[in-house]
């Protein structure tokens, strides 16, 4: 419904990459560069900043950019509230969510959506990325979301929310002043990590991957089942975890944790919707569209 081009600019601003947005919107990368000047011939302005490899928002460019995503909202919105109107929004929906996602995203949208919805009866199981997986394929929740690498048969996976696995530690630690080590340097210091099975450990293995090292060659002074549970210890030890960033906001905007980046190691991932293979029940899809829409 919308001018392409925008949807193409868009795509570029919010990955920072013209590679990244041609995958995306599967056209070729000399197709974004093209829709980007047009738009950039139209209103007599230049979007990016080159240099080399990377790119940067200029001044306009961060209008636009602005701009785009309340257009993109607003459609959500309409799309949203027309397909609501073809729907009987009564029922139950049974949702497994892995402990990140249930602790520090799902909160708001569930309240949220109980406030709108209150006809519809919601359910929350809580557990690690692989026992949500399982739990669907034994029919015990209607639908999951998750964290992690895994792609299981039988379950189709859709982005949900973009998150990022940050190195932290307290800020009386000792590695709190460092602001940037090197991969290898992982193997000599004390790790606090999550239990096996647990996505974030799932995505960490994965990004150690090109530096040959694996999990077993990490210094583990201890793995423990929640991130609530490895803050708290973070909180008396000086030892070094790695953590979701939605997870650690209140704590890194205190002074409490301290960020430490690992040079050439950026660690991204997606939240996942997951639901068995087929056609999603409506109230199902209702929660995915409101939960895509939700304000963050």
């Known amino acids: 419904m919308f001018d392409f081009r925008l949807q193409v600019f868009h795509a570029v601003a919010k990955r920072m990459s013209f590679t990244k947005a041609a995958a995306e919107l599967f056209i070729t990368q000399p197709a974004v560069t093209r829709h980007i000047h047009e738009i950039e011939i139209f209103f007599k302005v230049k979007l990016f900043d080159r240099n080399g490899t990377r790119i940067r928002l200029t001044p306009a460019g961060d209008i636009l950019y602005k701009r785009t995503e309340e257009v993109f909202r607003i459609y959500r919105d309409i799309s949203f509230e027309l397909s609501e109107l073809s729907q009987s929004n009564k029922g139950k929906i049974r949702i497994g969510a892995s402990t990140t996602i249930a602790q520090y995203v799902l909160p708001p949208i569930l309240a949220a ?3 709108r919805f209150p006809e519809i009866k919601m359910s929350l199981l809580i557990n690690n990325t692989e026992h949500i997986e399982e739990a669907l394929l034994k029919k015990e929740v209607d639908m999951g979301i998750i964290e992690g690498m895994s792609k299981k048969t039988g379950i189709r996976y859709s982005e949900f929310v973009k998150d990022e696995i940050i190195l932290v530690s307290n800020s009386k630690s000792p590695f709190a002043s460092r602001g940037q080590i090197t991969p290898a340097s992982l193997t000599k210091i004390p790790l606090l990590l999550r239990e096996p099975g647990s996505g974030t450990l799932e995505v960490i293995a994965h990004a150690l991957k090109p530096f040959k090292i694996k999990i077993n060659m990490l210094q583990h002074e201890m793995q ?24 650690v906001v ?4 205190s002074g409490d944790f301290r960020m430490t980046k690992v040079k050439r190691m950026p660690i991204e991932r997606y939240f ?17 569209k409101f939960a895509r829409q939700y304000p963050r």
């Not at 929640?226 to 939605?246: G, I, Q, R, V």
């Not at 409506?282 to 929660?287: A, C």
Request: aromatic share 12%; with cysteine; proline share 4%.
């Open 250 to 253: 209140k704590e890194l905007a």
């Open 224 to 247: 423990l089942g929640s991130t609530e549970s490895m803050k708290l210890y973070l909180m008396h030890s000086n030892c070094m975890a790695f953590l979701s960033a939605h997870s």
């Open 272 to 288: 996942y919707f997951i639901l068995q293979q087929g056609a999603p029940e409506p109230l199902m899809e209702l929660f995915i």
């Open 113 to 115: 959506f109980h406030k």
